[in-house]
Nanobody
Framework: QVQLVESGGALVSPGGSLRLSCRAS????????MAWYRQAPGKERELVAS?????????YYVNPVKGRFTISRDRTKDTLDLQMERLEPEDTAVYYC?????????WGQGTQVTVSP
């Protein structure tokens, strides 16, 4: 059974930074594509960034976060991380990580990020 546990969410002022982490219950090497999604109040869950690749990580970002967010996999800690810079109130949401393994998609429980003065 695969478990993904997010952490790092917090209340932060506009322009601030946060680093989210998603710890997997097994080695990161086992997973295919991994991603961060977010869901703001009253909105659908949306993709934020993804990473895939066996030898080299290939990353993808949606336009609103390009240049501000960085997704990465830490193979020594078995975590998927999301470094978020220059946060905006529009980034307020519950952030979820997911990971693909053997054709099945797994989700974490989410971590709340609130950007407010």
């Amino acid at each position: 059974q695969v478990q993904l546990v997010e952490s790092g969410g917090a209340l932060v002022s506009p322009g601030g930074s946060l680093r989210l982490s998603c710890r997997a219950s097994r080695t990161i090497f086992d997973f295919g594509a991994m991603a961060w999604y977010r869901q703001a109040p009253g909105k659908e869950r949306e993709l934020v960034a993804s990473v895939a690749g066996e030898k080299y990580d290939v990353t993808y970002y949606v336009n609103p976060v390009k240049g501000r967010f960085t997704i990465s996999r830490d193979r020594t800690k078995d975590t998927l991380d999301l470094q978020m810079e220059r946060l905006e109130p529009e980034d307020t949401a519950v952030y979820y990580c997911n990971a693909m393994l053997a054709g099945q998609l797994y989700w974490g429980q989410g971590t709340q990020v609130t950007v407010s003065p």
